[in-house]
C-alpha cells in the first residue's frame, strides 16, 4: 500500500462518506482514504462476495479516454497487444512496457467507438498519463476522466443482481463491455473484475455514483466490500497485484504474463514488435528467463508474507515470495513468488522467523476461476 502520512493530503473518493456511514474503516491507499474493511471483517466479507455479491469502490483507479486519428495504431505502439483489431465494445488486459521490457502498469484497454477507455492503476496513474502523453502524438487526445467514478460488483449473484437494474447487463460476457442504464443512471458497465468471478465495473459520473451505490446495496445479495477482501480475493485467482508482483523490473515472461502479449504483436506475428522493450520480450519468448512467478501452497497454517525468502534443500536462496496470506475460502495459506526456473522442480521451502516451511506448486488458481465467457 501506498500510504500518505498526511491524513489532510488525502484524496476522497465520491463514495467517502457512504463508507464512513458505514462503519468502514478507513486507510491511507495510493493517495486515497479507502475503506480496508467493514463491520463484518474481511474474512466474511470475502466469504460473502465469493458466495453471493461484493461492492468494491474502485475510484482510486485512473480512468482515461484516448481519442484521435489513428487512436487505435498509435496507442498499440506502447502496449503489446492487438489494438488494433479490437472488436468494438470488446476489452483486453494490457501492459506499458519500458525500454527494459520491464512493466511500467497493467491496465484494461477498451474500444468505446469513438475513444477507448483505459482503467489504470491508482498508484501509477499520474505517471501512467504522463507516459501517455510523451509516447503518443499530439494529434491523440489524452484525457483524464477526473469526474468519474468506478464501482465493481463482484460475485455469482452480480449477473442477477445488476440484469433486474439493466436487463441488458445478462448479455454481457467475459471481457465485453455497452453503455448501460442502471437503475436510471447512465453509466459504462464492463464484464471483468480483479476477484475471479463474473461480475461488473461500472464507470458512472461522480455525482451518480452514492445514488447508484445505495441501490446496488439495497439488493438483498449485495454487501459492501473493502481492501482487505479484494486483495485476498485476487491472491486465490492468482492475479498479480502491481507494486508486488509485477513492477518496472519485471519482464511479461518471468511473471508469466505471457498470455497478455497478442500473437500478432510477437516475434512472428503480423504486426511483431513496435513497443518498448519489444526486441528484449521476443528474446525471451525465445531464449526463455531465468526466474519465473509461480503460485505456492505452503505447508501447515503458518502464513507466509511478502518478502520471505525461497530456498531449496540446500538453504540456498532461490527466490522470494511476493504476495502471501490466508484463503479464507480454502483456510489455508497461500501465496505466489518467484522461483529459479532451475530451482522449479527442486523442493522449495520459505523462511519465515529462521524456520522452513515447505512450499508445493499450485498449478492454476487456488480457487476456480468463474467468468461467464462467451
Known amino acids: 500500500m501506498n500510504d500518505v502520512r498526511d491524513e489532510d493530503k488525502l484524496a476522497q473518493t465520491p463514495l467517502h462518506d457512504l463508507h464512513v456511514a458505514l462503519g468502514a474503516r ?17 474474512l466474511k466479507e470475502h466469504l460473502h462476495t465469493r458466495a453471493a455479491a461484493g461492492l468494491f469502490d474502485v475510484s482510486h483507479m485512473g480512468q482515461v479516454r484516448i481519442s484521435g486519428v489513428n487512436a487505435a495504431a498509435e496507442l498499440e505502439k506502447i502496449v503489446p497487444i492487438d489494438v488494433i483489431d479490437l472488436p468494438l465494445h470488446q476489452q483486453r488486459y494490457a501492459l506499458f512496457t519500458n525500454n527494459e521490457g520491464g512493466i511500467l502498469d497493467d491496465l484494461m484497454v477498451t474500444n468505446c467507438g469513438d475513444h477507448f477507455l483505459l ?13 501517455l502523453r510523451a509516447q503518443l502524438p499530439p494529434t491523440i487526445q489524452v484525457e483524464y476522466l477526473a469526474t468519474r467514478a468506478l464501482l465493481a460488483l463482484q460475485g455469482p449473484a452480480a449477473r442477477a443482481v445488476l440484469s433486474r437494474l439493466a436487463p441488458a447487463a445478462a448479455d454481457l460476457k467475459f471481457m ?6 442502471v437503475a436510471g443512471i447512465d453509466c459504462w458497465v464492463s464484464c471483468s473484475g480483479y476477484t475471479g468471478e463474473d461480475g461488473y465495473e461500472i464507470s458512472v459520473a461522480a455525482e451518480n455514483a452514492e445514488a447508484l451505490a445505495k441501490r446496488l446495496l439495497a439488493e438483498e445479495e449485495v454487501a459492501p466490500i473493502g481492501l482487505g477482501a479484494r486483495d485476498s480475493l485476487r491472491l486465490e485467482a492468482g492475479l498479480c497485484l502491481y507494486g508486488h508482483d509485477i ?56 502464513p507466509v508474507r511478502e518478502g520471505a525468502e525461497i530456498v531449496d534443500a540446500n538453504a540456498v536462496v532461490v527466490g522470494k515470495i511476493s504476495s502471501g496470506g490466508f484463503s479464507p475460502s480454502l483456510g489455508v495459506p497461500i501465496a505466489m513468488g518467484y522461483v529459479d526456473t532451475a530451482a522449479l522442480e527442486s523442493p522449495l521451502f520459505a523462511v519465515v522467523r529462521n524456520k522452513q516451511i515447505a512450499l508445493s506448486r499450485q498449478r492454476g488458481p487456488f480457487v476456480p476461476q468463474r467468468y461467464c465467457r462467451p
Open 247 to 302: 513492477d518496472q523490473t519485471t519482464p511479461p515472461i518471468m511473471a508469466n504474463l505471457q498470455w497478455a502479449i497478442s500473437k500478432v504483436r510477437r516475434a512472428d506475428g503480423a504486426r511483431a514488435g513496435n513497443y518498448l522493450g519489444a526486441a528484449i520480450i521476443d528474446a525471451q519468448f525465445a531464449n526463455g528467463v531465468v526466474r519465473q512467478r509461480v503460485l505456492l501452497r505452503p505447508e501447515g497454517k503458518q
Open 176 to 181: 465485453q463491455a455497452a453503455p448501460l442504464s
Open 119 to 131: 482503467v489504470v492503476n491508482a498508484g501509477c496513474k499520474h505517471e501512467d498519463i504522463a507516459h
Open 26 to 42: 478507513m486507510v491511507p491507499f495510493a493517495g486515497y482514504s479507502m475503506p480496508v474493511q467493514y463491520t463484518d471483517g474481511i
